[in-house]
């Protein structure tokens, strides 16, 4: 973003004012541009540069950052003041660690290592150099050294009262508590840290980065209350510096995530287009989770092509559209491509909270192509993790997944209450969607117990929220299913519509393996659903259970 400079100050001590004023309003790209008018003049003192690094990295212009606090490095070693200069050392090796650029990074962190080393009275700076070592900690999942090495940091920025320090550290100990599935106790460091945020204690490149983490932190394990709260805390304070760029985009893409969950697709698009434009009139390469965000929402709409083309953006990006592609492939018939790419992605995840984004989009399309074990694997590791992490929309998944596979096992009763329990969390979370899609199944099984009053109402009410919501395609999926429960006969004597598809197929005189590939579902399965309806119908073979069937009119 660039500002022009209406006003034509006398000379550089009145640019310098006019940039020092812009940067105390946060007016970023007016202080950016005095700044560097400033410094064509005269090169600037070290205090400015570090300022027109500060200017430069919120619009957005990563060189000019990293040029100037370069040379504001350079000017404090050359004023002998080491503890400025290896601050300034940390920060370049950090937003070089965060850039990808791990080689410099390095340098940078060793270079001011070595200030610290040699200089007894920089305590406060060893403090920051522990700030690196706790986010390599974290990316290893080593929560008890994170754990520890944080309390450290925390200890040193409350002797120095450094505010920075101490909000960066203790959020890091809160995240390495939560990953150590600690959750509650992580939450209530990372919200005393959100308490000096948003009072303005923290300097403006560590209050962005701290908001997004804590926002992360709270988005991967779903604690959905708590997203929503400091998001809209993030998103007023980007409001307040309108020409920031360096978290507004990151914002606008948090705003269109908690839209999308909440039902306010139109929204939620408009939000990630934002991003995307805000990135773009800063000349930066566009949020590859914006395009990712917009993908989403086309496919749940039934726009197919859209969905393609922004997955493809996102992938071109190097953001992984996984499971929203793999979903997407299914809801075009490409079963066996969903299958396969659900399965790469699923299989090269070893974090447990990335394995939970995407084992309920397993678990649907395993259960589509008849593979029940897949099925069934993908369930319990999601119920691993929401008894590990224990949230309530983590719990609700687990629940949603179980009920879908319990449905397909024969077991409606057990179904029923668990759908319920994630219908009860979803409504309760605000998240229409998954709401309708739990009352989707909340209908099935009430018809597989022989209640088709109770079916009917809630596929009524599952439609009436899909309708609202513009989901097409799982508007026609209501549609059809309650077609096939009106041409289903009301007394099904207890089986399941799975079920009552494995008879009809039996008494037409197909074998179960035969059964088993018209149905793409294993020999075992058919086993399975034969011993259920048996047992239902009080018969022993599968003759009987034909004759049975062509007696009560059940085909």
Same mark, same amino acid.
């Given at each position: 973003?660039?500002?022009?400079?209406?006003?034509?100050?006398?000379?550089?001590?009145?640019?310098?004012?006019?940039?020092?004023?812009?940067?105390?309003?946060?007016?970023?790209?007016?202080?950016?541009?005095?700044?560097?008018?400033?410094?064509?003049?005269?090169?600037?003192?070290?205090?400015?540069?570090?300022?027109?690094?500060?200017?430069?990295?919120?619009?957005?212009?990563?060189?000019?950052?990293?040029?100037?606090?370069?040379?504001?490095?350079?000017?404090?070693?050359?004023?002998?003041?080491?503890?400025?200069?290896?601050?300034?050392?940390?920060?370049?090796?950090?937003?070089?660690?965060?850039?990808?650029?791990?080689?410099?990074?390095?340098?940078?962190?060793?270079?001011?290592?070595?200030?610290?080393?040699?200089?007894?009275?920089?305590?406060?700076?060893?403090?920051?150099?522990?700030?690196?070592?706790?986010?390599?900690?974290?990316?290893?999942?080593?929560?008890?050294?994170?754990?520890?090495?944080?309390?450290?940091?925390?200890?040193?920025?409350?002797?120095?009262?450094?505010?920075?320090?101490?909000?960066?550290?203790?959020?890091?100990?809160?995240?390495?508590?939560?990953?150590?599935?600690?959750?509650?106790?992580?939450?209530?460091?990372?919200?005393?840290?959100?308490?000096?945020?948003?009072?303005?204690?923290?300097?403006?490149?560590?209050?962005?980065?701290?908001?997004?983490?804590?926002?992360?932190?709270?988005?991967?394990?779903?604690?959905?209350?708590?997203?929503?709260?400091?998001?809209?805390?993030?998103?007023?304070?980007?409001?307040?510096?309108?020409?920031?760029?360096?978290?507004?985009?990151?914002?606008?893409?948090?705003?269109?995530?908690?839209?999308?969950?909440?039902?306010?697709?139109?929204?939620?698009?408009?939000?990630?287009?934002?991003?995307?434009?805000?990135?773009?009139?800063?000349?930066?390469?566009?949020?590859?989770?914006?395009?990712?965000?917009?993908?989403?929402?086309?496919?749940?709409?039934?726009?197919?092509?859209?969905?393609?083309?922004?997955?493809?953006?996102?992938?071109?990006?190097?953001?992984?559209?996984?499971?929203?592609?793999?979903?997407?492939?299914?809801?075009?018939?490409?079963?066996?491509?969903?299958?396969?790419?659900?399965?790469?992605?699923?299989?090269?995840?070893?974090?447990?909270?990335?394995?939970?984004?995407?084992?309920? =989009?397993? #678990? +649907?399309?395993? &259960? !589509?192509?008849? *593979?029940? $074990? /897949?099925? %069934?694997?993908?369930?319990?590791?999601?119920?691993?993790?929401?008894?590990?992490?224990?949230?309530?929309?983590?719990?609700?998944?687990? =629940?949603? #997944? +179980?009920?879908? &596979? !319990?449905?397909? *096992?024969? $077991? /409606?009763? %057990?179904?029923?209450?668990?759908?319920?329990?994630?219908?009860?969390?979803?409504?309760?979370?605000?998240?229409?969607?998954?709401?309708?899609?739990?009352?989707?199944?909340?209908?099935?099984?009430?018809?597989?117990?022989?209640?088709?009053?109770?079916?009917?109402?809630?596929?009524?009410?599952?439609?009436?929220?899909?309708?609202?919501?513009?989901?097409?395609?799982?508007?026609?999926?209501?549609?059809?299913?309650?077609?096939?429960?009106?041409?289903?006969?009301?007394?099904?004597?207890?089986?399941?519509?799975?079920?009552?598809?494995?008879?009809?197929?039996?008494?037409?005189?197909?074998?179960?393996?035969?059964?088993?590939?018209?149905?793409?579902?294993?020999?075992?399965?058919?086993?399975?659903?034969?011993?259920?309806?048996?047992?239902?119908?009080?018969?022993?073979?599968?003759?009987?259970?034909?004759?049975?069937?062509?007696?009560?009119?059940?085909?």
């Amino acid at each position: 973003m660039v500002v022009e400079v209406t006003k034509r100050p006398r000379d550089t001590t009145d640019v310098l004012v006019a940039a020092r004023a812009a940067y105390a309003e946060r007016s970023w790209s007016a202080a950016f541009a005095w700044f560097a008018k400033a410094d064509a003049a005269a090169r600037l003192g070290a205090d400015d540069l570090e300022r027109l690094a500060t200017a430069a990295y919120l619009v957005g212009n990563d060189a000019g950052f990293f040029s100037a606090l370069e040379r504001a490095y350079q000017a404090y070693v050359g004023a002998d003041d080491l503890g400025r200069a290896t601050r300034c050392a940390f920060w370049l090796g950090l937003c070089l660690l965060f850039a990808g650029k791990r080689a410099r990074a390095n340098g940078w962190l060793a270079r001011a290592q070595a200030h610290v080393d040699s200089q007894a009275h920089l305590d406060a700076e060893a403090g920051y150099l522990l700030v690196p070592q706790i986010e390599q900690q974290l990316s290893q999942g080593d929560w008890e050294t994170a754990q520890a090495v944080a309390r450290q940091a925390v200890a040193i920025g409350e002797k120095y009262g450094d505010a920075d320090l101490r909000a960066c550290a203790r959020h890091q100990h809160g995240r390495a508590l939560i990953g150590a599935s600690d959750v509650d106790k992580g939450f209530a460091l990372l919200d005393q840290v959100m308490l000096d945020v948003t009072a303005g204690a923290v300097s403006p490149i560590m209050t962005g980065l701290v908001y997004c983490s804590v926002i992360d932190a709270c988005q991967q394990v779903y604690a959905v209350a708590r997203a929503r709260e400091w998001t809209d805390a993030l998103a007023d304070w980007c409001e307040g510096q309108p020409q920031m760029v360096a978290f507004s985009g990151t914002c606008l893409v948090h705003r269109a995530e908690l839209l999308q969950l909440s039902g306010k697709w139109s929204d939620a698009v408009h939000e990630a287009r934002r991003a995307c434009e805000r990135y773009a009139r800063a000349s930066l390469r566009p949020s590859n989770a914006a395009f990712y965000q917009q993908a989403e929402i086309h496919r749940l709409r039934g726009e197919y092509e859209a969905a393609e083309e922004f997955y493809r953006e996102a992938s071109q990006s190097g953001f992984e559209p996984q499971p929203g592609l793999s979903l997407l492939r299914l809801a075009q018939g490409n079963k066996d491509v969903a299958r396969g790419s659900i399965r790469r992605i699923l299989g090269a995840s070893d974090d447990p909270l990335r394995r939970a984004r995407l084992l309920p =989009a397993c #678990a +649907e399309i395993m &259960l !589509a192509v008849g *593979e029940i $074990d /897949a099925a %069934r694997h993908a369930c319990r590791d999601l119920t691993e993790v929401a008894d590990r992490f224990g949230t309530e929309v983590l719990a609700a998944m687990a =629940a949603q #997944a +179980e009920a879908a &596979l !319990a449905l397909e *096992e024969g $077991d /409606a009763q %057990r179904a029923l209450g668990l759908a319920r329990k994630a219908f009860h969390t979803w409504n309760r979370v605000e998240a229409p969607y998954e709401a309708a899609r739990a009352r989707i199944l909340v209908g099935i099984a009430c018809r597989a117990l022989d209640d088709s009053e109770g079916a009917q109402l809630e596929l009524d009410a599952a439609m009436a929220m899909l309708e609202q919501l513009g989901a097409a395609p799982e508007v026609a999926r209501v549609k059809a299913l309650g077609r096939a429960m009106q041409a289903t006969p009301v007394d099904t004597h207890g089986l399941t519509p799975r079920e009552l598809e494995v008879l009809q197929l039996v008494a037409a005189g197909k074998t179960n393996k035969e059964t088993a590939a018209e149905l793409f579902v294993s020999s075992r399965t058919v086993d399975r659903h034969l011993n259920n309806i048996f047992n239902k119908l009080d018969v022993s073979t599968r003759t009987a259970a034909a004759a049975y069937a062509h007696d009560h009119k059940l085909i």
